[in-house]
């Protein structure tokens, strides 16, 4: 098909055809934007946590005076083992993604001095003696901690256990000792605390981000610690998932009858979990409706001016029905219009989303959007042009050529 006097009738309707141009160059650059967010959203929401997530639940009790820490401490513990359906119980300082961050920073070097930039930020899980079966954690090499590394770990200063073994997540074994194993190596707090890597467990979020990015979101260590500290007051109670609602509600009866002055709540690790990333899901579906609001827009926007166009040129449409021209011919006469005016859209659009990208990297610590975004915003907006000029297109295809030139 001739396009030039297709070009000749955009000249002659600029405006129109100026603003559909940006309409659709502003869809695409939200729509690939949009997308790429709501993809990562979706990664968020559905990043692994190496953890029996669906058999731990959270019992937490406040108020244990520490004077009698020990005893008391001891004595939930035995209380929650004795529970019909109890698999296993520790006490820890918190757990995943309660966003009761607990954060350290450690570095390979046992000359830095002074917090600086060769410190990595890490997730800090205390847990008392069976910590690994109540948590479920994976072991990929190593061991976990022995009784007498467990009975030497008291908090020190900074809340620090004054032990000197660690278990450590892979990805932080990774971002310390990169191409290396991790076992028997050493980490460093301060001048006062070191930890040796005994153990390393698959990767275990941390209670929030803590400003880092998906890969440091499983930086995580776990130290050993006596059951004795009353700062810590989480107890992790494991049971089969069939069982967990039972055993939740006998956990907090239970020790709430112990400790009647103290504050007892829990909450199923699901529950967490899902209030965790309860905005997170919230956002996606905004994005979702954003997107879907800027399609219908666009959509909405190409039918109507077709369907002006369609109004107006009835006469030519008859003139070119009357000398030969097919409906097919008509059809596809409008079907090129479009493709080209979104053409000029998509390619305004692309630069566009990739300045937007560029900007929302600098100002809001967004990842770089994949190139692949951008043809398949643009496949996308050419299939919603075409889509929405079909119906005013079948109009004008059904002109008949002597009505149309009896307008004349």
Known sequence: MNIRPIFSSLRKHRIPTTLIVLEIALACAVLCNAVFMIGQRIGDIRLPN????????????????????????????????????????????????????????????????????????????????????????????????????????????????TGHAAVITRSFAARMWPGHSALGKVLYMGDTYSYTVVGIVDNVLRPNRNGGDARSFSHSVFLPVAPVESAMNDYIVRSAPVDRDRVLRASIDKLSKLEPAAVVKGRTFSDIRNAYFADTRSMAWMLVLVCAVMIAVTAFGIVGLSSFWVGQRRRQIGIRRAVGATRGHILRYFQTENFLISSLGVALGMILAYGANLYLMQHYEMARMPWYFLPIGALTLWLIGQFSVLGPALRASNVPPVVATRSV
Do not use: C
Request: a negative charge; zero cysteines; hydrophobic letters at 40%.
């Open 50 to 161: 190496a953890i029996d997530q669906a058999g731990i639940s959270v019992v937490t009790v406040q108020g244990t005076d520490p004077d009698h820490a020990r005893d008391v401490i001891a004595r939930n513990l035995a209380t929650l083992r004795a529970i019909p359906g109890v698999q296993a119980v520790a006490l820890m300082n918190t757990v995943p993604l309660s966003q009761n961050g607990w954060n350290t920073g450690f570095t390979t070097d046992p000359a830095t001095k002074g917090f600086d930039d060769k410190y990595v930020n890490v997730a800090e899980y205390l847990i008392t003696s069976g910590g690994d079966k109540a948590l479920g954690l994976h072991l990929f090499r190593g061991r976990f901690f022995h009784a007498d590394e467990y009975a030497a770990g008291t908090l020190g200063t900074s809340f620090m256990p």
